[in-house]
């Protein structure tokens, strides 16, 4: 199946990507780039709940249930997301009904109610799941990092969800403004992928229904500022310690060569993964498994590794780690052998990509909220196929220069990892 997007821009500023696909639906995403890395102090959550409310009502569909039984009528069905860096409004629908599905969305956002009864309804709905993800040890894990190393600390809260405090007392005129100043047509995207028959007749139904959106410029993004850190978290009534192995990202979107840097990192993390998980499960038996996690946003993104054990064997792991770490940094690296397993493995994976709309739509879509373009798939995959063992050396160098930080949540243990990392790393 081809991949051929297009890109294209309405008069007001909208950007629009168009993905025509062999495929009988249509994907939709309506992304603005904002998200909550944008939101100061006072502003914590208005993100998240402004998502929620653009859903609660419009003169046409009063009600979150008269929308979703009209979508589903017609063949398709609808979400939205709030993230770090955007917000989308999303769905998908049979492709004979997509001037359906536009027209849901374009009156959603152009005639949200922000109805007060609504605020409050929604405001105990969005409460209760932050009281639940609050009790959620994962998430008090990801609150600590985000904390420790980024400094973004939302007393009784969490990122996205915003604080306790700000989720009581916001109101239909903060979301009036937030509206009207985070979602213009100039940081917005409507992306489609599947089913196009006449792209110029689509232009121009998407001209005249998403008129309405402003045309200012919208600042991003507060800064984040990674400081390392060797911290744990205690969280009692826990029996196994989650250790996170973090650094900040080795390439930038800034970066030139980025594809074929990105292309080499990729392929170092996957062969440090795979090495790790051979080293820490197989054959010492410490861990259940090692999986990749992040931290941060667009500007400041913290790659690394996560893995749990218990308390008595956290200074194992951190030992190993390290010493797996530099050695396949400095002399096992990936081989020609392993290159060419990961090239064909791709295969698949490209096929997965090309033969989904969902897919297609999320990457075009991140691509633009990342890069503001469209990258050129065959040719990453050209550049991929086409890395060599020097390559890996060449672009992985000062990967560890980080630098690292071990965060570790659960119960407490006896182990100064920061030392046990620095004698090992070598």
């Given at each position: 199946?081809?991949?051929?997007p297009?890109?294209?821009?309405?008069s007001?500023?909208i950007?629009?990507?168009?993905?025509?696909?062999?495929?009988?639906?249509?994907?939709?995403?309506?992304?603005?780039?904002?998200?909550?890395?944008?939101?100061?102090?006072?502003?914590?959550?208005?993100?998240?709940?402004?998502?929620?409310?653009?859903?609660?009502?419009t003169p046409?569909f009063?009600?979150?249930?008269?929308?979703?039984?009209?979508?589903?009528?017609?063949?398709?069905y609808?979400?939205?997301?709030?993230?770090?860096?955007?917000?989308?409004?999303?769905?998908?629908?049979?492709?004979?009904?997509?001037?359906?599905?536009?027209?849901?969305?374009?009156?959603?956002?152009?005639?949200?109610?922000?109805?007060?009864?609504?605020?409050?309804?929604?405001?105990?709905?969005?409460?209760?799941e932050?009281?639940r993800?609050?009790?959620?040890?994962?998430?008090?894990?990801?609150?600590f990092?985000?904390?420790k190393?980024?400094?973004?600390?939302?007393?009784?809260?969490?990122v996205i969800?915003?604080?306790?405090?700000?989720?009581?007392?916001?109101k239909h005129a903060?979301f009036?403004k937030?509206?009207?100043?985070?979602?213009?047509?100039?940081?917005?995207?409507?992306?489609?992928?599947?089913?196009i028959?006449?792209?110029?007749?689509?232009?121009?139904?998407?001209?005249?229904?998403?008129?309405?959106?402003?045309?200012?410029?919208?600042?991003?993004?507060?800064?984040?500022?990674?400081?390392?850190?060797?911290?744990?978290?205690y969280?009692?009534?826990?029996?196994?310690v989650?250790?996170?192995?973090?650094?900040?990202?080795?390439?930038?979107?800034?970066?030139?060569?980025?594809?074929?840097?990105?292309?080499?990192?990729?392929?170092?993390?996957?062969?440090?993964?795979?090495?790790l998980?051979?080293?820490?499960?197989?054959?010492?038996?410490?861990?259940?498994?090692?999986?990749?996690?992040?931290?941060?946003?667009?500007?400041?993104?913290?790659?690394?590794?996560?893995?749990?054990?218990?308390?008595?064997?956290?200074?194992?792991?951190?030992?190993?780690?390290?010493?797996?770490?530099?050695?396949?940094?400095?002399?096992?690296?990936?081989?020609?052998?392993?290159?060419?397993?990961?090239?064909?493995?791709?295969?698949?994976?490209?096929?997965?990509?090309?033969?989904?709309?969902?897919?297609?739509?999320?990457?075009l879509?991140?691509?633009?909220v990342?890069?503001?373009?469209?990258?050129?798939?065959?040719?990453?995959?050209r550049?991929?196929?086409?890395?060599?063992v020097k390559?890996v050396?060449?672009?992985?160098r000062?990967?560890?220069?980080?630098?690292?930080?071990?965060?570790?949540?659960?119960?407490?243990?006896?182990?100064?990892?920061?030392?046990?990392w620095?004698?090992?790393?070598?």
């Amino acid at each position: 199946m081809k991949f051929n997007p297009t890109m294209h821009k309405l008069s007001n500023g909208i950007t629009v990507i168009l993905d025509p696909m062999d495929v009988a639906t249509d994907e939709l995403c309506i992304c603005f780039k904002t998200g909550a890395s944008d939101e100061k102090p006072n502003e914590y959550g208005i993100t998240h709940f402004c998502e929620h409310m653009i859903d609660k009502g419009t003169p046409r569909f009063p009600t979150p249930r008269i929308g979703d039984d009209y979508i589903a009528e017609h063949g398709g069905y609808t979400n939205a997301i709030t993230s770090m860096d955007c917000l989308r409004f999303t769905g998908r629908i049979i492709a004979k009904n997509l001037w359906v599905l536009l027209d849901f969305w374009a009156d959603k956002l152009k005639n949200a109610l922000f109805d007060e009864s609504v605020i409050e309804n929604e405001r105990g709905v969005i409460l209760d799941e932050l009281r639940r993800r609050l009790s959620d040890n994962e998430i008090k894990a990801q609150i600590f990092a985000y904390e420790k190393l980024l400094g973004l600390n939302i007393p009784k809260g969490k990122v996205i969800l915003g604080s306790s405090e700000n989720i009581k007392r916001f109101k239909h005129a903060d979301f009036v403004k937030f509206v009207s100043k985070r979602m213009s047509a100039k940081n917005c995207l409507i992306c489609i992928s599947g089913k196009i028959q006449n792209k110029k007749k689509l232009l121009t139904d998407l001209e005249k229904m998403f008129n309405f959106l402003p045309t200012h410029d919208v600042k991003n993004y507060n800064p984040l500022k990674y400081r390392a850190h060797f911290a744990h978290n205690y969280i009692p009534d826990t029996k196994n310690v989650v250790i996170e192995f973090l650094l900040p990202a080795l390439w930038n979107h800034n970066t030139r060569n980025f594809d074929k840097k990105e292309s080499c990192v990729s392929m170092f993390e996957n062969c440090l993964h795979e090495k790790l998980f051979d080293i820490l499960r197989s054959e010492n038996g410490l861990t259940y498994g090692v999986s990749r996690t992040w931290y941060g946003n667009m500007n400041t993104q913290l790659p690394g590794f996560r893995t749990e054990t218990s308390p008595n064997n956290v200074a194992r792991v951190v030992e190993l780690f390290a010493k797996t770490a530099y050695r396949v940094y400095t002399k096992d690296l990936p081989t020609a052998d392993y290159l060419h397993k990961y090239t064909n493995e791709l295969q698949l994976s490209r096929a997965n990509f090309l033969e989904s709309n969902s897919n297609r739509c999320d990457r075009l879509v991140l691509d633009w909220v990342h890069f503001n373009r469209l990258n050129d798939f065959y040719e990453q995959c050209r550049i991929m196929d086409s890395v060599t063992v020097k390559d890996v050396f060449k672009y992985t160098r000062g990967y560890f220069d980080g630098p690292i930080s071990i965060i570790t949540h659960g119960p407490k243990f006896d182990a100064n990892l920061k030392q046990i990392w620095t004698k090992n790393f070598k």
